[in-house]
């Protein structure tokens, strides 16, 4: 039913199901009998007319793409500047779309990819050639304006809410004559989503995390400690999860605090170990850190199906968007009802997502600044529910796809990218 | 059909199967009609007089013991002296044991704990009173001697495997424009089972981790940050496994090595960031690191099936031995074969497994020191096989038990255990 292709970029950190959008892009498309491309390396690839060719790979290997993590086509850190800055990467990309037939652009990323979709929304009517561009959500971070919550956050929160239960029930064990408290690292340097996240491990009042340090709370070190201190002494142990934004009242990370330790040693890596250090230098107590970095957004074997479903929803609305000629928008996922969890897509404008950040409301964060509140956790609870794990394989790991990834001819001159 | 108790203690780390060897012990003695106390946080506890009644546990509660990760029981770290330095200690077990009338000692544990467990075994010669003492084999170092594999590895390795797996494929999309190079720390001071079980993800000759830093192999800097930049030079990014037991020639961990950064910062906390800040600072390439520390030893969510099925074995044979009035030995994993994997439970001496320490073999051991061989991927893959997920609960996480964990009423005079 249609004319030109569709070409599809994945921008920014990429998550444990953004290859789950993927996946539903191409075979939404392919029972509309839209041909596929994608750009390899996002928008770099983009620009560089390196492209590839999805008619390649298999029903199977697309389906196979859902249950695989990472960025099946490239990922990349890259911001377009806005036409006026710079029109000639603009008339590259369309010189791009024009060579092989492009009519449908969708982008797949967070805040910064927003904005470049937005920006790359305004070239129909600025250069005259008719484009439908459509963002598409992700991000871990959960910061996204407008939509409920972010493909890939669902998916990082039930890792890290696991993760932070299963470490604890070791520390629980160990505390008597070993390790008392234990600190575990997490992703989100403005926003305190997956720190959030962790507090849904706590389905107790004394069960972990004991302390939650989130980006949004200015670290006090007194507090922290004395808090520390209490919960060793009423229950033996203490649990602590720390978001890689924690910073100062005065706006300093903590982690690139350029703090001494007890030997006159300056910190350096991770919040994670800066906090564990601290602990074990003021209040003497043996401590573990960990601090999962990558693991926590690309661990596909523990996703989250709600997470999973708003992932497909988002890649089949962006394609059914597109073809019925809307243009500057983003497929959101809007929550309808908290107790059953029911939630449906919407289309919102671009306009309205690009470079606006979700930050957590005030009233998901304990007044003492340390745990969440039952607000935020009626928030949180459904978007981890259900499991989606990938088929594993005789080898006893999980059965991910190599897309084949065939270039596209290319039909233009080569293209150096200036400011990149 | 007997008389007298079974006292079992947990020992030593955690791991995410110890409990599944909990539980089969408790169901395999209720068949027997034995009733088993629990020492709480291991030996301490037998010392303390600190016991738990398991019989006021429900039959729901010990099936789902055997999937949850930790040591239900509390564990700990101490090693008992011998009998002649210490016969005080020994003397108060008796008085223990028999005030319960304790007829066998069940201790789940490694090295030490084997030490410990076969020291116990001696009381029944040395003090004239009757107590079968076995000891049963956990640890996720691996480094049991006599045993083929010791239950908890399985699932760490497994753990490992898959992390570092996800985790390239979240570099591979960013290599473009980010991140090029990727550090994973994993646990193993002395031997380096865990960093090999990493080598199960290259299931091809590119595929990641392109780089395992054993504890067996001294680093040699300039040879390993070549490798890197020949790594990232053909492919575009490099992913390294690190054992936190890296050491230097002259024996130095490369985590202590007071080494200092370009900044003249000295390196704190783990390998990982030392590691990988060194390739940041020599190389320049954009790096990120990780560290799972307790995460890799309590991820129940992702344990082996081999493993959880040597976890449960070991447990249902120990007490087997036990009635069956062996002492000083230990149930230990036997391979039958290869290819279909098999296996079988065998009796062997403690004095045989205590205080020896099982090292990789050096046919494992790649000849550059960087990878595994064919040889080590026969040994490793069967231990990984089948998954064995806990159920989870309507909250999305896992549904792990905690136990009453109801003391027994002491009939002692309180004890201090002297040299804690």
Redesign the interface.
């Known amino acids: 039913m249609s004319t030109g292709k569709l070409l599809y970029a ?1 921008s920014g ?2 998550t ?1 199901v953004i290859n789950a959008t993927a996946s539903a892009v191409i075979e939404t498309a392919r029972q509309h009998k839209l041909k596929v491309l994608a750009a ?3 928008i ?1 690839g983009a620009l560089r007319e390196d492209l590839i060719d999805t008619s390649k790979e298999s029903s199977s290997a697309i389906r196979a793409l859902a249950q ?5 086509f ?5 911001k377009l500047k806005s036409i006026e800055d710079n029109r000639e990467q603009y008339a590259r990309l369309i010189d791009v779309f024009r060579a092989h037939d492009i009519r449908y652009f969708l982008y797949n990323g967070g805040n910064d990819s927003a904005d470049t979709a937005h920006k790359i929304s305004q070239i129909s009517r600025a250069f005259g050639y008719p484009v439908n561009c459509i963002g598409v959500p992700k991000t871990v971070d959960n910061d996204l304006a407008v939509t409920d919550c972010c493909p890939g956050f669902g998916s990082v929160a ?1 890792y890290t ?3 932070i ?3 604890s ?11 008392k408290v ?1 600190v ?1 690292e997490v992703m989100g340097r403005h926003a305190g989503w997956i720190a959030a996240a962790a507090g ?2 706590q ?1 107790s009042e004394d069960a972990a995390p004991h302390i939650i340090l989130f980006p949004e709370v200015p670290f006090d070190e007194a507090k922290f400690l004395a808090k520390v201190k209490a919960t060793v002494e009423r229950i033996g142990y203490c649990v602590v999860a720390v978001s890689e934004g924690l910073h100062h009242a005065d706006g300093r990370f903590v982690a690139e605090a350029g703090g001494k ?1 007890s030997f006159g ?6 919040v ?2 800066t906090i564990a ?1 601290l602990v074990k230098d003021q209040l003497g107590y043996k401590m ?8 926590q ?6 996703a ?1 199906k ?1 997470d999973v479903e708003h992932a497909l929803a988002v890649g089949r609305a962006a394609v059914e968007y597109a073809l019925a000629g809307q243009n500057a928008v983003m497929p959101v996922i809007k929550r309808t009802s908290n107790a059953p969890y029911r939630w449906k897509i919407e289309s919102a404008p671009l306009s309205k997502v690009a470079n606006h950040e979700k930050k957590m409301p005030k009233n998901f964060i304990r007044k003492d600044g340390f745990g969440i509140t039952a607000a935020c956790r009626t928030y949180l ?1 459904p978007l ?4 989606a ?1 990938p088929p ?1 394989g ?5 059965l ?1 796809v190599t897309l084949k990834n065939t270039p596209v001819a290319k039909k233009l001159p080569e293209y150096r990218i200036a400011d ?1």
């Open positions: 994945q950190g990429v444990s390899r390396n996002g770099i695989t993590p990472g960025g099946a490239g990922s990349c850190r890259f039930k809410a696991t993760s239960l299963e470490a029930l070791d520390v629980i064990s160990m505390k008597e004559s070993s390790t234990f575990m849904l491990a389905r330790d040693h300056v910190q350096l890596g991770g994670g170990p250090n573990h850190w960990a601090v999962p970095d990558y693991l957004r690309s661990a596909r074997h523990l989250s709600t609870e981890i529910r259900g499991e794990p594993f005789k080898d006893g790991l999980p991910y990149k």
